[in-house]
């Protein structure tokens, strides 16, 4: 892997590191003083950050540059073996030294994140202070590029809620964890043929997500990865493209991704019946949220914690019950032996009597159908 040059964490060019075909150097960490106590009298109401931080290793490449890898691959192995039964806190920290060990942009909203949640990172450069951890560089197993790509791609999976195992079941989930499968297509996107130690365990990646998973880190995520499509490097790009593709309308979007597709799309008569006309107000709402957004696709990954109650589905849980059954009609990749309407908890009477109104409807003529009402557009969907 070749070499680059130095980028500093603080300057203005973070977000416009690309990744390439090295772990890119860091400079040296500065640990943060603790905030200054005013006790002056003060008519504003502030918060005292008071409590106890937990100091947990954060491994950076040397400032003089490393084209080994060597704090990607510490922090992996160092995650893969770690005692999942002890604090998530040190597993987070290495997961975040794999994230900034390639690209360094990440590093301020990373710091963040493990701050947020009670860490004081112990920083560790790699390979200059490798004895201060007892490594010894030679036994520290090797990783080619395109592996350290699928680690890192996972890496960033890790903090979103891509999936929805509440609401949607797939014949896949019977003989594999939702993860194996995005593992394999990140392998065959970046044709990596090393076995890899991934995934963690189920309650490891839940914490990763809710712990180091904050806003401002899925921001900083999600806008380096849009303005990556163009990567003159086919991995990266082909990298960049899957994990914007996997990450839109995922997660509690999916709800109203299978709405918009089998209700909006088609024009079907179900979002014109009296029985769900709240249900419609409440979706005409939802779909207005969604549009406003800079990345209508990213809203839940995205949005304030105020907005997510946009995609509640008991806010329109008959709607999505009829159009999850439509769904399973034209996908036979969803698991047998559950029922849409139990899913969402809607009537079933209510969601049998939509679902035959819109095939009827369909049937009569299914190139012009009118919903007599007016909802709005979302781009890309």
């Known amino acids: 892997m070749r070499k680059r040059s130095t980028q500093s964490p603080d300057s203005n060019e973070e977000e416009e590191n690309a990744l390439d075909r090295s772990i890119v150097r860091s400079t040296r960490p500065r640990i943060g003083?603790?905030?200054?106590?005013?006790?002056?009298?003060?008519?504003?109401?502030?918060?005292?950050?008071?409590?106890?931080?937990?100091?947990?290793?954060?491994?950076?490449p040397d400032v003089a540059g490393d084209c080994t890898g060597l704090a990607f691959r510490v922090a992996y192995y160092k995650a893969r073996s770690y005692d999942s039964n002890k604090t998530k806190k040190q597993l987070c920290s290495y997961v975040g030294s794999m994230l900034c060990a390639v690209i360094p942009g990440f590093r301020n909203s990373v710091e963040t994140a493990l701050k947020e949640i009670g860490i004081r990172p112990e920083f560790v450069?790699?390979?200059?202070?490798?004895?201060k951890m007892n490594i010894v560089i030679s036994n520290v197993p090797q990783l080619d590029w395109s592996s350290i790509l699928v680690i890192f791609g996972y890496c960033v999976l890790l903090l979103f809620k891509a999936d929805n195992k509440d609401f949607f079941r797939f014949k896949y989930m019977c003989l594999s964890r939702p993860s194996h499968v995005k593992i394999s297509k990140l392998k065959e996107k970046l044709r990596c043929s090393s076995y890899l130690d991934i995934p963690f365990n189920e309650n490891d990646e839940y914490a990763i997500r809710t712990m180091l998973g904050t806003r401002h880190l899925r921001e900083t995520v999600i806008t380096f990865l849009m303005n990556?499509?163009?990567?003159?490097?086919?991995?990266?790009?082909?990298?960049?493209?899957?994990?914007?593709?996997?990450?839109?309308?995922?997660?509690?979007?999916?709800?109203?991704a299978v709405i918009n597709e089998r209700l909006i799309k088609t024009k079907s008569p179900v979002l014109s019946h009296s029985a769900v006309t709240a249900e419609v107000d409440n979706l005409e709402e939802t779909m207005k949220a969604i549009g406003a957004h800079t990345y209508p696709q990213y809203f839940s990954h995205l949005c304030s914690d105020s907005e997510l109650f946009h995609l509640d589905v008991s806010r329109f849980r008959t709607l999505f019950a009829v159009a999850l059954e439509l769904d399973r009609t034209f996908d036979s990749s969803y698991a047998n032996g559950y029922s849409s309407a139990g899913v969402s908890e809607a009537n079933h009477k209510a969601v049998k009597k939509l679902l035959e109104l819109h095939w009827e409807a369909m049937q009569e003529n299914p190139r012009v159908r009118t919903t007599g009402r007016c909802l709005p557009t979302i781009r890309g969907i």
């Open 33 to 60: 003083s603790v905030p200054k106590t005013n006790n002056q009298p003060n008519t504003q109401f502030e918060f005292n950050m008071m409590g106890s931080m937990t100091d947990c290793l954060f491994l950076v």
């Open 228 to 256: 990556k499509f163009d990567h003159p490097d086919s991995q990266i790009c082909s990298l960049c493209q899957y994990l914007s593709y996997t990450l839109s309308w995922s997660g509690d979007m999916r709800v109203f």
């Open 125 to 131: 450069s790699l390979p200059s202070q490798a004895s």
